[in-house]
């Protein structure tokens, strides 16, 4: 089973720079003509069809509104899923020199540089993504997806910085 | 219900296919909608596009209290056995509601029955001379039964269909729990619709407005949030939170405590707290009129005692405050600030209540909507809901209702891995792989559980089965592909699938505290007992069921190996092909004589050709099954061994119950699988 092409799917164009208004209007007028309400009391195999395509727009529709979900999914579309951990086809392995920074990272939160730390992260996060989307509309995918891999990890930190300021200590 | 196994391939086909098969005529006009509440149930209809209205019973109310009762010969429903509370505290079901989808560790609320837990499913002891043990989805399915046969009265005819509310906040669990009460009560249960989706569906076409609400919604025993999005005929949810245990029945247990604090009994008996209870209901009531109120509750020794506004509010204050919170985090997960809303609706009884108005009025800046009834908005909704669903000329709006809490599965560690997050659109599916951790491993356990912690011990769990067969690989090599896929109620099923072989597995998630399919067919098999008539209405579904099975058994067979002429002669075929036009035939023809009428006799006909119809496919079609058995065995002699000759064996029998399964005609499938 391939996934379809959520863009085709919701009829807006294939790049990460999204017609907000067209994406909103196609989700909203598609999943009408195709939610399950609209077909009870038909055969199973219409039903089914009804559920599948439905849940299909719901989905696409949950990726393409998120600026990072459809920026990965473009990388995705272009051969590299960054869910995955193959070694081909699967997210690129950080460089080494990278781990190291996040390490460094990681002993500056630990003696309690918090807010500082944090703001600085946040902006490379954005600038990961930036660097990101910039590569994507260069058609580089490779590139594209070493940097939202990166935002990952980025992305990682702030949740557990989140997370252990949740915490009661 | 600790575990599912399932091992043959055919799973996928026998369990996840009769969620979407109802294939059946609608009858415009027909659907009704149940709200289905904690303290008190509605039932109403709005059919070929009137507007909607609640049904009264026979004395002309038309709220019918939640309660049933378990203390005579007979089972009684509503305000009759609200009379016998007093009495039999024990045997007398009341907000059954917050028991449904829970197993008896979860009840951490105070409430006066004896719980007995059998195979993992809750049940009341409401009786010992005779011992009698119901679960609450049996308890639910009496409210729905009575609901039912007042729409009955009303309609002069059957009903079609229901569409029953939810609280948006329910979890798997309670929704096939309340799904299930719908079913034994037998009504076909055309959707499952959250409660503030109902109640703004009932003022957003009342007034055909466009922008996003915010839905209150307090009841006796459950509190939901949501923020909804109406525009283009579209109602978007797009956020909901709540507690499906917290409401109006708290106000009173607070209230409760506390008069019997001022009576001073530290250790009151059953009834004492009972009799406080019911007091501490009709205080609160007044209260909302009234700034004191004075009252005699001889039972606690109490006499013209007087309550306070002030002191209901300081003890319902914390309760009050937790539905703000809870508001407050709605918002954020919409991404919207109280002033870009364009109204709040209030929803439920307990928003009667004077203080939770004025905290929701500051709590969203602007005075709620209360056009419509609190305690009817929600049946107007569903009602509506029903009518369209029932095949009604209306114009409607589509629901694009979300998930309102994360579904995932454990991991190592037991940690979540979250598949599904909160307030995703459904229906959706999604798709995660998973890997082996060493070569010995030949299975996974999937473990299903929903919710937002971190940790699956601290979620609820929903379902765990085993995924056998993994082919010995390396480690990380394995690849197993784990499918959710929820459907437009909410409910979800799972299929596994290893990637290097395609072994395939699939549960439609039964919840750990459910019943078993087997309890559900028992129980709606006897509810179709109780009512006479039906008994032939079964013989006929059955009949149909079986009719369906072998005529998709045959023409399977011979689409498969139909032209090899040593297995089917011309003069076979030509006989067999008739037999299988005739049975169409009858299959059509039993539709059309069971739409235009409803008597038993006309069932019992159209259920005796059904059975004829089948006897004559069987015998004609035999001599070809037994030539396709015979070259089965042939050629495992021809040097296969005997497992190989097994498993063909077994494939032909899979793929007979997988067509039976997949049927369209079968409308019954959900209802009388095997």
């Given amino acids: ?169 | 219900m600790s575990k599912i196994n399932l091992q043959d391939t055919g799973a996928l086909f026998q369990i996840a296919e009769p969620t979407a098969a109802q294939a059946a005529p609608r009858a415009p006009g027909r659907g009704i909608g149940i709200d289905l509440g904690t303290t008190h149930s509605l039932v109403a209809i709005a059919p070929q596009g009137a507007a909607p209205r609640v049904l009264a019973d026979a004395e002309g109310r038309v709220i019918l209290p939640s309660v049933v009762s378990y203390a005579g010969e007979r089972v009684v429903v509503g305000a009759p056995a609200m009379a016998q509370q007093e009495e039999h505290p024990e045997r007398v079901v009341s907000s059954v509601k917050r028991f449904m989808g829970r197993g008896a560790a979860d009840i951490e609320f105070s409430h006066p029955y004896q719980l007995v837990g059998e195979g993992g499913v809750l049940r009341i002891a409401v009786g010992d001379e005779p011992r009698r043990h119901v679960s609450p989805i049996e308890v639910s399915a009496e409210l729905l039964r009575a609901l039912k046969q007042r729409a009955e009265a009303e309609l002069g005819g059957p009903v079609d269909g229901a569409v029953i509310t939810v609280p948006a906040y329910f979890d798997d669990a309670q929704r096939q729990a309340t799904r299930d009460a719908g079913r034994i009560a037998g009504l076909k249960v055309y959707r499952l619709l959250a409660e503030p989706t109902a109640a703004a569906l009932a003022y957003g076409l009342d007034r055909g407005e466009h922008g996003v609400f915010a839905i209150y919604d307090l009841g006796g025993g459950t509190f939901d949030i949501s923020v909804l999005r109406l525009h283009a005929g579209v109602f978007q949810v797009l956020a909901t939170g709540g507690d499906s245990a917290l409401g109006g029945d708290d106000f009173d247990r607070a209230l409760a405590g506390h008069l019997l604090a001022r009576a001073g009994l530290g250790e009151p008996s059953r009834r004492q707290v009972e009799s406080a209870r019911i007091a501490a209901r009709a205080l609160k009531e007044r209260l909302s009129a009234a700034d004191s109120v004075r009252i005699d509750l001889e039972s606690l020794g109490l006499v013209d005692l007087e309550v306070t506004r002030a002191e209901l509010e300081a003890l319902i204050e914390p309760l009050a405050q937790r539905t703000i919170k809870a508001c407050k985090a709605a918002l954020k997960d919409a991404g919207l600030r109280a002033a870009e809303l364009d109204g709040v609706v209030l929803v439920g009884g307990s928003t009667r209540v004077p203080r939770i108005r004025q905290l929701v009025e500051m709590t969203f800046g602007r005075p709620p909507l209360t056009n419509i009834d609190p305690d009817q908005v929600v049946a107007h909704g569903a009602a509506i809901q029903a009518d369209i669903l029932s095949g009604s000329e209306r114009p409607g709006v589509t629901l694009l209702d979300v998930v309102p809490l994360s579904l995932g599965l454990e991991t190592m560690g037991g940690i979540v891995e979250k598949i599904i997050p909160r307030n995703a659109t459904i229906p959706i599916s999604a798709r995660q792989v998973f890997t082996n951790y060493s070569e010995q491993q030949t299975g996974m356990v999937i473990h299903v559980v929903q919710g937002e912690r971190e940790l699956a011990r601290d979620n609820r769990s929903l379902a765990r089965f085993e995924l056998k067969g993994i082919p010995r690989l390396p480690p990380s090599m394995a690849r197993v592909e784990v499918t959710f896929q929820l459907d437009a109620d909410a409910l979800l099923t799972v299929t596994a699938r290893e990637l290097m072989t395609g072994v395939k597995q699939a549960v439609e998630v039964k919840p750990t505290h459910g019943l078993s399919a087997e309890e559900v067919d028992r129980l709606v098999i006897e509810s179709l007992d109780h009512a006479g008539e039906d008994y032939s209405a079964r013989n006929l579904a059955e009949a149909r069921v079986e009719l369906g099975r072998v005529i998709l058994a045959v023409r399977r067979a011979v689409g498969e190996v139909g032209h090899i002429e040593s297995l089917l002669p011309p003069d076979d075929r030509m006989a067999i092909e008739t037999a299988l036009s005739e049975a169409d035939a009858a299959m059509v023809a039993m539709v059309a004589m069971v739409a235009g009428s409803t008597t038993e006799s006309d069932t019992e006909a159209a259920a005796a050709s059904l059975t004829r119809a089948r006897e004559r496919l069987e015998r004609i079609s035999e001599p070809f099954a037994a030539r396709r058995m015979q070259r089965a065995l042939n050629a495992g002699m021809a040097g296969k061994s005997l497992d190989e000759i097994e498993a063909a064996l077994a494939d032909e029998g899979l793929d007979a119950r997988r067509g039976g399964h997949s049927a369209a005609l079968i409308q019954d499938d959900d209802e009388h699988g095997e």
């Fill in chain 1, 1 to 169: 089973m391939t996934d379809a092409d959520y863009f085709g799917l919701l009829g807006v164009e294939r790049r990460w720079r999204l017609d907000r208004g067209a994406l909103e209007r196609n989700y909203l007028e598609r999943s009408q003509a195709s939610h399950p309400d609209g077909f009870i009391g038909q055969d199973s195999g219409t039903q089914r069809a009804a559920m599948e395509r439905s849940s299909q727009l719901n989905q696409g529709y949950r990726t393409l509104r998120d600026p990072v979900l459809r920026a990965e999914y473009l990388v995705k579309l272009g051969g590299t899923d960054l869910d995955s951990s193959d070694p081909r086809t699967g997210a690129p392995k950080p460089s080494q020199a990278f781990l190291i920074e996040m390490i460094d990272l990681r002993e500056r939160l630990a003696e309690g540089d918090v807010a500082a730390v944090r703001e600085e992260i946040e902006a490379r996060a954005e600038q990961a993504l930036d660097a990101g989307i910039a590569a994507l509309d260069r058609g580089e995918v490779a590139e594209a997806a070493r940097e939202l891999v990166a935002r990952r990890y980025f992305q990682r930190f702030l949740d557990e910085v989140d997370a252990s300021e949740e915490r009661p200590t």
